[in-house]
């Protein structure tokens, strides 16, 4: 595999070419960039959401972050690897007029799109910078949620991602993330196409080594929301592998996953999530409370 910023401007180029062109021509067609899906077999529906923009949505992601993200209005959310804005969109329609929702992407032709995607629906605190996420153009402690989807596995420095999202979230803020992880070994054509590295799948790295990273950053309250097999087609796989390669890779037990993990930064207020704990907490408290009332039997 090539240096870090070899790999980088590979996949700025193959995002590029998907900018420019519609989701259904990448999808399907033969004139979609690289092999036909290898972009975008991970992705989910969108449709269903508040806030779903179909401009937005060339099908690039492997989750639905804001699912889980815990979004309220007037909260400023920053979603790394905005590409076209699909999830900055939806997490607008959470944050309301009050909020602030900012998407940041290192290629140029993504971040046009999203700009004229945020221009068309004349949205003026929806904001898109062009820049590098494991060196993010945003403030200290400025943001309340970072949502993701599908873009961490595309960056060589990983843990300089998660130190970049502890030094912009604010303390008590919190983070979710989709993403692809591994579990097992791919086999060295698959490691080494740079195809399947822009396409999300060569760049994942072991599902425990990724949570272990969010650790040693210092989030707590880590957990993985959800997590799902991803099934390569064969036509993708055999754009790499030989006929027994391919049933040698199927019958290894490797895994290809999409997670959706959550955590938070330590200090400061309450996250929406944790204040639902609390909300329980408390709900539990009354309940032993009214349980040693005199009379109540069970004390
Ligand atoms: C798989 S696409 C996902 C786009 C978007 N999150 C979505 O779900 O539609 C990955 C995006 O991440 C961007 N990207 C990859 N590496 C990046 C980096 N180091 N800094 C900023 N953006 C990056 C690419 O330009 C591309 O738009």
Redesign the pocket.
């Known amino acids: 595999m090539k240096n870090a910023e070899a790999m980088?401007t590979t996949?700025?180029e193959k995002?590029a070419e998907?900018?420019l062109q519609s989701r259904e021509t990448n999808a399907a067609s033969c004139c979609g960039v690289g092999t036909p899906g290898t972009?975008t077999i991970m992705?989910e529906s969108y449709a269903q959401l508040a806030g779903y923009n179909p401009d937005?949505?060339?099908?690039?992601?492997?989750g639905l972050p804001t699912e889980f993200a815990h979004i309220e209005p007037g909260d400023t959310v920053l979603?790394?690897?905005?590409?076209?804005g699909?999830?900055c969109f939806v997490a607008r329609a959470a944050t309301g007029d009050s909020g602030k929702v900012i998407g940041?992407?290192?290629?140029p032709e993504?971040v046009r799109k999203a700009r004229l995607n945020a221009e068309k629906l004349g949205f003026n605190n929806v904001e898109f910078r062009q820049?590098?996420?494991?060196d993010l153009p945003v403030s200290d402690n400025s943001t309340d949620v970072i949502v993701?989807?599908?873009?961490l596995n595309?960056?060589p420095d990983k843990a300089r991602?998660f130190s970049e999202i502890m030094r912009t979230l604010r303390p008590g803020g919190h983070f979710s993330i989709s993403d692809i992880v591994l579990v097992g070994q791919l086999p060295k054509a698959l490691q080494q196409s740079a195809e399947l590295y822009a396409g999300?799948v060569a760049g994942a790295i072991q599902h425990e080594d990724y949570l272990n990273l969010i650790r040693e950053a210092g989030f707590e309250n880590i957990t993985v929301q959800k997590q799902k097999p991803i099934l390569i087609p064969d036509h993708i796989l055999l754009a790499h592998l030989s006929d027994e390669g391919l049933q040698d890779f199927l019958a290894s037990g490797t895994g290809i996953f999409s997670i959706t993990v959550y955590a938070e930064k330590p200090g400061g207020t309450p996250t929406a999530k944790n204040r639902e704990k609390r909300k329980v907490n408390l709900a539990e408290l009354k309940a032993a409370i009214a349980c040693c009332e005199p009379g109540s039997g069970c004390c």
Do not use: H, P, Q
Request: proline share 0%.
């Open positions: 980088k996949v700025r995002y998907i900018a972009y992705s937005a949505d060339l099908a690039l992601g492997c979603d790394l690897g905005s590409g076209a699909n999830d940041v992407d290192f290629t993504m820049g590098d996420i494991e993701s989807n599908c873009v595309l960056v991602v999300c």
